[in-house]
């Protein structure tokens, strides 16, 4: 029987640990409660620089080798895989060491970094080290947003004409995941246009990663938009595709797949609306904990030598259109092209 794959876990926060408190979340959703699940993985180290969240996580979960500084555990501990859970602002620099210590995968929190230029230089470096390197967009396992991709592959709303998005929260935290899902349904966008909320009308922990709205093309023609804000009490993640033979959508952050296509026995008399919509029966989506199924994607990019569903190139993807917004709203809402030309453009977040 082959050894478990060794798990170094760097950041010992929220994601890594502290949501499977999060009475609202499907469980497993951290780090920590994925790789436990995994019959192929263990567990061996931590480290964090916050030693309340050190001392907890070990406690918890029974991890004895733990550090402060996560440099020590890369040398001391001989790792397959590593996940970065740390703060964004560290990505570049955790990834680039962790890449250069031998381990066979990295599995790195959204958003993959601050600027373009770091997140290419994040992929170079796994790439040069032949380190498979995954970006946590985790709606990409989920089941029911697989399900739309497959309803518009099949054609059950014929060719897709516009694909709108509506979050809470900002545009690196909460817009990276949907614009790397829009990416996974439509493909990669041509211009975006964009105006993001003002420091003034924003919470103090939310001045550096304000949302905004914007609206964008695909190079494939079909028209985009995203309507975001940081200002609610309440958490929204939705998306709402129209075709030229039906629309699906996507509600209550994946809970809710409806699907509705031309009632076509019935005949409404009017010179561009000749039917109406009628809600459709959709096959039963076995239902799959997202977090098990990206651990599953890290192991399996390493035993068959392929990529994961969500590579450095997609999670720099999904922070280049966010970092387009900011920089839409820099020109007074101008249209940007992509690719985005200003690599430096840097946006701090938690």
Request: aromatic content about 8%.
């Amino acid at each position: 029987m082959l050894d478990k794959y060794r798990v170094g876990i760097i950041g010992c926060g929220r994601i890594a640990s502290l949501f499977e408190e999060d009475q609202w979340r499907d469980h497993p959703c951290t780090h920590v409660g994925a790789y436990s699940s995994n019959e192929k993985t263990k567990i061996v180290a931590a480290a964090d620089i916050n030693t309340g969240n050190l001392r907890t996580f070990s406690q918890k979960w029974g991890i004895k080798s733990v550090y402060s500084d996560y440099k020590e555990m890369l040398e001391r501990e001989e790792l397959d895989i590593v996940s970065v859970a740390a703060n964004t602002v560290m990505h570049h620099e955790i990834v680039t060491i962790a890449a250069k210590s031998g381990v066979k995968a990295i599995f790195c929190e959204k958003p993959i970094a601050t600027s373009l230029r770091e997140a290419d230089e994040i992929i170079k470096i796994c790439e040069k080290k032949c380190v498979k390197l995954t970006i946590n967009h985790t709606r990409r396992w989920d089941p029911y947003y697989q399900k739309i991709k497959e309803l518009i592959n099949d054609g059950k709303i014929g060719e897709m004409t516009s694909i709108s998005g509506y979050f809470t929260s900002g545009l690196l935290i909460m817009g990276t995941h949907m614009f790397d899902m829009l990416r996974f349904l439509a493909g990669d966008v041509d211009w975006i246009a964009a105006a993001i909320e003002t420091k003034k009308d924003t919470k103090d922990n939310q001045k550096n990663d304000p949302s905004g709205s914007s609206y964008f093309q695909f190079k494939n023609g079909v028209i985009g938009s995203v309507i975001g804000s940081s200002k609610k009490q309440y958490f929204i993640f939705e998306i709402d595709i129209q075709g030229t033979m039906g629309r699906v959508k996507i509600w209550d952050d994946g809970n809710n797949l409806e699907l509705w296509t031309p009632d076509m026995k019935k005949t409404h008399i009017d010179y561009n609306t000749p039917n109406k919509l009628i809600s459709q029966m959709i096959t039963t989506v076995k239902k799959k904990n997202y977090m098990i199924s990206a651990i599953e994607d890290v192991i399996e990019s390493i035993e068959r030598n392929e990529e994961s569903l969500c590579t450095g190139y997609d999670g720099m993807a999904a922070l280049e259109l966010s970092l387009a917004c900011h920089k839409s709203a820099q020109c007074g809402g101008s249209k940007i092209s992509l690719p985005l030309q200003d690599k430096e453009l840097r946006v701090i977040t938690r």
